[in-house]
Structure formats: structure tokens, C-alpha cells
């Protein structure tokens, strides 16, 4: 397994303004990912985070919104822009090995609330 | 493209008594099966996982999930379940095409009652 740590844990934002989310892993590994979950609702992908290329986006999700980087194998960052409060949710780091059957772990999330 | 579908979106039980949370899934291809369970306020822990080889496979605290090809199912089941066990339990499919992409279920959330 993997240990995965975010920050922050939660933070309340003014509509208007962004935040970045980190994303920090205890070793390399292949795969990062971000995750939306929105209360009461499941999770949904919002991208693939690539080292050293544009991160995948996945369906309803633009970079515009949620520019991310991947500088190394072992972090990322999720920026939140120009927030709304349909923003808050919860954002989940998840990391992988390259390959459909490996695992995936999550980090404890971000709790965001949007005023 | 995979779907998941978790039958109850709650689940009441007593202390003690045993518990199957019902999964089932669709893909046109080979998938892997997955069961993560989350505490309140917390991220996702995975309790098991399916890739291939028996078919009954058993995870932490307990759990054990029972992946039937024919049904499109992956049920979830404890024989006798703990106060602690009070969680929201999500399905999750990984197909051979989706690479890394994990499709997940609504969830359903387990509550134990004393």
C-alpha cells in the first residue's frame, strides 16, 4: 500500500477565488488521480494527473477549472478555480501502479466549502 | 464503458446479526471488483478485492465478497457485525479497457444499532 497525505484537510472559500490541494505520496508510483465526491453523492473522476504531461480529463471536467500538476512520482496538486458554491465537495488524491488490475489507495481527502 | 450499481442506499441492522450489502455491475469486458469502505469524515479505505482466481474472497475486519460472473454480481457480506462497522461501503469496478479509471457505486451506508 501506499501512504498518502493532502492539504489542506478542509477549508471555506469565497466564491470567486481558487484553491490548490496537494497531494503528497510516501513513494513513486505510476498513477495519481483526483477524485470529486459532492455531499450526499459518490465519487467521480476528474482526471488522471501524468508526470511530465497534461493530466487526463475526464468527461464534464475542464483544466480551465481544474488546472493539475505532476512535477514528480510522488506529488500532485488539484487547483479548484473561480469557486461557486457547487464546488463544495470533497477531493480525493488516489494513487496506482500502471495496469487494469492494480489497487488503488486514497488519501483522506479535502473538504471544501464554498461561500 | 462500466456501470455500478449498489442496490440499497441504506442498510439498518442489529449488532451481532449478519449483513450483505448487494453490488451488482455491467461491462463488455473482463473487470476487476473492488470494495472500499469510508468512515465519517474520512477517505476510502479498501476492505478487498476481486481480480481473478477464486471467486469468494475475503478481506479486512471480517469481510468477505462472493464475485458470480453469471449474475453481474460482487455482494458483500459479514456474518456478525460490530457497532464499529457503521460506515458507508462503495462498489467499484476497474475494467480492462479503463485504464486506471475506477467507476464507483452510490454507495450504501451501514448502520449498526446497539
Known amino acids: 500500500s501506499a501512504v498518502i497525505s493532502q492539504k489542506p484537510s478542509r477549508d471555506i472559500c469565497q466564491r470567486g477565488t481558487s484553491l490548490t490541494i496537494q497531494c503528497q505520496v510516501d513513494?513513486?508510483?505510476?498513477?495519481m488521480f483526483w477524485y470529486r465526491q459532492q455531499p450526499g453523492q459518490s465519487l467521480t473522476l476528474i482526471a488522471t494527473?501524468?508526470?511530465?504531461?497534461?493530466?487526463?480529463?475526464e468527461s464534464g471536467f475542464v483544466i480551465d477549472k481544474f488546472p493539475i500538476s505532476r512535477p514528480n512520482l510522488t506529488f500532485s496538486t488539484l487547483t479548484v478555480s473561480n469557486m461557486s458554491p457547487e464546488d463544495s465537495s470533497i477531493y480525493l488524491c488516489?494513487?496506482?501502479?500502471?495496469?487494469?488490475?492494480?489497487?488503488?489507495?486514497f488519501g483522506p481527502g479535502t473538504r471544501l466549502t464554498v461561500l | 464503458a462500466q456501470s455500478v450499481t449498489q442496490l440499497d442506499s441504506q442498510v439498518p441492522v442489529f449488532e451481532e446479526a449478519p449483513v450483505e450489502l448487494r453490488c451488482n455491475y455491467s461491462s463488455s469486458v473482463s473487470v476487476y471488483l473492488f470494495w472500499y469502505v469510508q468512515y465519517p469524515n474520512q477517505g476510502l479505505q479498501l476492505l478487498l478485492k476481486?481480480?481473478?482466481?477464486?471467486?469468494l474472497v475475503k478481506g479486512i475486519n471480517g469481510f468477505e465478497a462472493e464475485f458470480n460472473k453469471s449474475q453481474t454480481s460482487f455482494h458483500l457480506r459479514k456474518p456478525s457485525v460490530h457497532i464499529s462497522d457503521t460506515a458507508e461501503y462503495f462498489c467499484?469496478?476497474?475494467?480492462?479497457?479503463?485504464?486506471?479509471?475506477?467507476?464507483f457505486g452510490q454507495g450504501t451506508i451501514l448502520t449498526v444499532h446497539p
Open positions: 494527473a501524468n508526470q511530465g504531461s497534461e493530466a487526463t480529463y
Open positions: 513513494s513513486q508510483v505510476t498513477m
Open positions: 476481486y481480480l481473478s482466481g477464486s471467486t
Open positions: 467499484a469496478v476497474k475494467g480492462g479497457t479503463s485504464y486506471g479509471k475506477l467507476t
Open positions: 488516489s494513487v496506482g501502479k500502471a495496469g487494469g488490475s492494480d489497487t488503488q489507495y
